[in-house]
């Protein structure tokens, strides 16, 4: 039973009212709001526990580092990976895809090696291989999609060549809603022997993943978009390839012994966590997962396919709706324009409403640039919206179409 009042419950944020109307929070794709849970695991950590981690001998020290390496063993049964060796926590998707890029790129790829990506990429999946194409003068490759939203599958295959090295592709488009068919994606790569390195950034959040079963090299996500904290994420690679890569930044935590003349590296997962990690994000982190994992993924999944089913309906209607992102596979995100009303227009007219809702290009403007459009007024849904908050959506849009 998906009882969504009581849920609701959970999220003080969901009960406050901007500009005299109830909130109505549609902007889950940039960041989702923080249970009650969440938000005390950060407040109880900072009152009585905090103190640096692995390094200390006192009992402050030591609590603390229980706290965040249990956290790597939720994070690690959450995504079902072999070992909490393969959890590397970062700052979030960005810095994850950023780490792998300067390491896989530095060890594993020449001037004219080749990796691949798709138009709908999010500009992190994109920017990291540029900055290594100026520096290496590696080749970036797109996979093409057909105008419902949905990557060519014959296409990609042709996209392999003995210069392929990796293959960078989203699970969930930010923009589109479009669930990849990733792990089909990752058969036809390992089939050229390339990895594949998915960004779960959209997907984590929604659904259950398992980088076992799709068998996914490297697998990136953000904790603040799965209902926990900010500045806190997570890159997983499979062991055999995390041993073979370089550290990505250097410092404390990271190494084994140091000299002037020479540094030896931590084991995994330490050697890539330089620094003094999010210790407290990453107890939030685990609180977050606690709680989506307390409600099932499955019926938070099921939940989000009904209300975009529902909303998806109900916004067709509208006249001069135009939807982008119509997938069979879709996840909870929708992309719209309405008319000739400019996004921005839409999009702060609904803020006055009290609707939150997300204008632009939604950092992927490669994709903006194959839907022929600047930007889109994106509405994204999360475990505790509701059907009234799309009627309120619905009825808003219609508002503001008529002032136009
Ligand atoms: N998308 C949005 O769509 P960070 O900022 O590192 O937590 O996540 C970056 C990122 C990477 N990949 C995908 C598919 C994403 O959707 C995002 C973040 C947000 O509103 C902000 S642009």
């Not at 999220?11 to 406050?16: A, G, K, N």
């Not at 209902?227 to 930044?249: A, F, S």
């Not at 993924?297 to 309906?313: G, K, P, V």
Request: with cysteine.
């Amino acid at each position: 039973m998906y009882d969504i009042s009581k849920i609701r419950e959970d999220f003080p944020i969901l009960s406050r009212e901007v500009y005299g109307k109830p909130l109505v929070y549609l902007d889950n794709g940039a960041t989702t709001q923080k249970p009650r849970s969440v938000v005390e695991a950060i407040t109880n950590e900072y009152y009585s526990v905090n103190a640096n981690v692995h390094r200390g001998v006192h009992f402050l020290s030591q609590q603390a580092t229980e706290l965040h390496e249990a956290s790597r063993e939720t994070v690690r049964r959450f995504i079902n990976a072999r070992s909490t060796n393969e959890i590397i926590f970062t700052r979030g998707t960005t810095e994850s895809i950023n780490l792998l890029a300067s390491s896989f790129a530095e060890s594993q790829m020449q001037a004219g090696d080749e990796v691949i990506v798709s138009t709908m990429e999010h500009h992190s999946d994109i920017v990291p291989w540029q900055l290594q194409a100026a520096k290496r003068g590696i080749v970036i490759k797109v996979i093409p999609m057909n105008d419902k939203g949905e990557l060519l599958q014959d296409a990609y295959k042709q996209l392999f060549s003995e210069k392929t090295k990796l293959v960078c592709v989203m699970h969930v488009s930010n923009v589109l809603g479009t669930v990849n068919p990733v792990k089909e994606m990752i058969a036809e790569a390992h089939a050229h022997g390339v990895p594949v390195l998915v960004d779960g950034a959209q997907s984590v959040p929604h659904m259950k993943v398992d980088v076992q079963d799709l068998d996914a090299d490297f697998f990136a996500f953000s904790g603040h978009k799965v209902y926990g904290p900010t500045g806190v994420g997570v890159l997983y690679g499979k062991e055999e390839w995390l041993d073979k890569l370089p550290p990505y930044q250097g410092g404390g935590e990271m190494i084994q012994s140091v000299s002037f003349e020479k540094t030896t590296f931590n084991e995994l997962p330490f050697k890539f966590e330089a620094g003094t990690p999010d210790y407290i994000g990453t107890t939030a982190l685990a609180k977050a997962l606690d709680y989506v994992t307390a409600i099932g993924m499955d019926q938070i999944a099921a939940h989000e396919h009904e209300l975009t089913q529902y909303a998806m309906q109900r916004l067709k209607q509208i006249e001069g709706m135009r939807i982008f992102g119509e997938a069979e596979h879709k996840s909870s995100v929708i992309s719209f324009l309405v008319g000739n009303i400019h996004h921005l227009d839409m999009g702060t007219l609904l803020d006055r409403l009290g609707i939150a809702v997300r204008t632009g290009h939604h950092c992927a403007q490669p994709l903006m640039q194959r839907l022929g459009i600047e930007g889109t007024v994106r509405a994204s849904f999360g475990l505790y919206n509701t059907k009234e908050e799309i009627d309120i959506l619905a009825a808003g849009i219609e508002r503001v179409s008529r002032m136009f």
